[in-house]
């Protein structure tokens, strides 16, 4: 009778585990630190190419990875798509993510845009140059991330807060090229050049040059992109059109880019779909897709770009692995802090 029991519960078992399998077979659960408009078209081709439904919950990324921390192994999600690479290291470290061997996603994007342990994938580029009000600046005296320290641009710098995460991406790069303490000293010379108090966001730094407020501003160039084609905004558009581009390090590693991506759930029920749509995002239509519409970097080499990246003109990128930068991150901020930068 025991025997008997014991196979009954186990034939219950496998029915329960076969069901839930065919319950979570036509779907993917994703949480996404980009906003809705910014991924949904893409996740209802994906929808209509395979037939698996895509569940969004989108909010801030410190939000979502508190969330999936405190879910643990009840989580529902599947997939979690973040901006910056540091982020995609907090995830790692909180081993909410699980290794994927993906030939797909290892021939689409490059080694440095994706981690070591296969544990999260780059899916778009986002650089962040030297930028410039036309006719305030000669490009030939500013070719460097280096060179913003020098006293020649006092008073002419404007940036954001040393809180905002692809501030501390570029020192944390920064570090990699040039060591923490070489960098400290970049970073009390930056500071000592700033033309204000860091505030607002990237847009508001190009804006706060174009008023006359600074000469330079560091941004990432799909703020810019965005404002140059807001059909709705003339004042931005206006304001955009006034700036220039600097691509720095051009003569060494390169300009320094930052990658919006992705990792499965470590533990995804869907993990079949969560790879699927990781792959479908760095196909060449999606790859298209978020340059012609969210104006970032295909990650994927060979992808057509839109009008307005193009005219930015081609660039160097730096291609030391985006991993370091979520290592680099801790030292990064306390850097920043000691050289003042708030």
């Not at 081993?95 to 030939?103: A, H």
């Not at 060979?302 to 005219?311: A, D, H, Y």
């Given at each position: 009778m025991k025997k008997t029991s014991t196979l009954g519960i186990a034939g219950v078992l496998l029915f329960i585990s076969t069901g839930l399998n065919e319950a979570f077979a036509d779907e993917v659960n994703l949480y996404s630190a980009r906003k809705e408009a910014l991924i949904k078209p893409l996740l209802d081709k994906f929808s209509e190419q395979t037939g698996v439904t895509v569940n969004l919950v989108t909010a801030a990324a410190d939000a979502l990875l508190a969330r999936l921390k405190s879910e643990g192994k009840l989580t529902p999600?599947?997939?979690f798509i973040t901006v910056d690479a540091g982020r995609l290291h907090r995830a790692k470290k909180a081993?909410?993510?699980?290794?994927?061997?993906?030939?797909i996603l290892k021939s689409a994007i490059p080694a440095q845009y994706r981690d070591p342990d296969g544990v999260w994938f780059g899916l778009s580029l986002r650089a962040r140059p030297i930028m410039y009000v036309k006719g305030k600046v000669d490009s030939a005296t500013l070719t460097r991330y280096e060179d913003l320290a020098d006293g020649l641009w006092k008073g002419r710098i404007c940036i954001r807060s040393s809180g905002n995460i692809y501030n501390q991406s570029l020192v944390a790069s920064m570090i990699a090229a040039n060591g923490e303490a070489d960098t400290e000293k970049w970073a009390e010379g930056l500071v000592g050049n700033f033309a204000r108090s860091p505030a607002g966001g990237d847009r508001d730094q190009i804006k706060a040059a174009v008023a006359g407020e600074c000469d330079i501003a560091i941004a990432n160039t799909y703020y810019l992109a965005r404002m140059l084609n807001d059909g709705k905004d003339d004042a931005q558009r206006m304001a955009a059109e006034k700036m220039a581009i600097i691509w720095p390090n051009q003569d060494g590693r390169g300009a320094h880019v930052n990658?919006?991506?992705?990792?499965?759930?470590?533990?995804?029920?869907?993990?079949?779909?969560?790879?699927?749509?990781?792959?479908?995002?760095?196909?060449?239509d999606s790859q298209k897709?978020?340059?012609?519409?969210n104006h970032e970097y295909p990650v994927k080499t060979?992808?057509?770009?839109?009008?307005?990246?193009?005219?930015f003109g081609e660039f160097k990128a730096d291609t030391v692995n985006l991993a370091s930068l979520g290592e680099y991150n801790a030292p990064a901020v306390k850097l920043m802090d000691r050289a003042g930068w708030r």
């Open positions: 999600a599947d997939v081993e909410l993510f699980q290794p994927i061997d993906s030939m990658v919006s991506g992705a990792g499965v759930i470590r533990h995804s029920r869907n993990k079949e779909n969560a790879i699927r749509l990781l792959e479908f995002l760095v196909s060449d897709w978020y340059a012609e519409v060979g992808v057509e770009m839109s009008e307005t990246l193009t005219s």
